[in-house]
């Protein structure tokens, strides 16, 4: 078993086959008193109870450690591993995805949707409408206004002029007397 080795590294014979001898004899003493002297007084029911306790025991110790420790080990484990995987993966994928997708969809759809339509629909109604009633207003005024002042101012100057230029040559053809109108001839007097 165990040998003193000194500096030479040689074992001493004395010492060593004193240890050995002494191992060995207390080892088969115990061994053989424990099988000879003790199990044959113990009576089956308090060996078989003893053994039985021994094995309750042992195996609560063990299925309450593998259970405590082990299960709870790998309990958390697990669900610290694959909670934290699952929630960070979609987390991370589903509002990046989603948020990406629909912001960007959204923003432009509605971004598309809006400027064509205010664009579009705004522009072109308000601009043929504005047109169209800017157009009919001023041309209405304008052609209304001008029409008639021109007209009317045309008008009556034509007449004013014709009156005054046929009346002219209608007075000098006729002369007024108090005896009445004279014709006059073209030809001598």
Not at 33 to 40: A, D, F
Not at 50 to 75: K, N
């Amino acid at each position: 078993m165990t040998s003193i080795r000194f500096v030479t590294g040689k074992s001493s014979g004395i010492l060593f086959d004193i240890s050995s001898g002494i191992l060995s004899g207390i080892s088969s003493g115990i061994l053989s008193g424990i099988s000879s002297g003790i199990l044959p007084g113990i009576s089956s029911a308090i060996c078989s109870g003893v053994l039985a306790y021994l094995l309750a025991h042992y195996l609560a110790y063990l299925l309450a450690y593998l259970l405590t420790f082990y299960l709870a080990f790998y309990l958390a484990n697990l669900l610290a591993f694959y909670l934290a995987n699952i929630l960070a993966f979609y987390l991370t994928f589903y509002l990046a995805y989603l948020l990406a997708f629909y912001l960007a969809y959204l923003l432009a759809f509605y971004l598309a949707y809006l400027l064509a339509f205010y664009l579009a629909y705004l522009l072109a109604f308000y601009l043929a409408y504005l047109l169209a009633f800017y157009l009919a207003n001023i041309l209405a005024l304008y052609l209304a206004h001008l029409l008639a002042f021109f007209l009317t101012f045309y008008l009556a100057y034509l007449l004013a002029y014709l009156l005054a230029f046929y009346l002219a040559v209608e007075v000098q053809r006729f002369s007024l007397s108090s005896e009445g109108p004279r014709l006059r001839s073209s030809g001598a007097h």
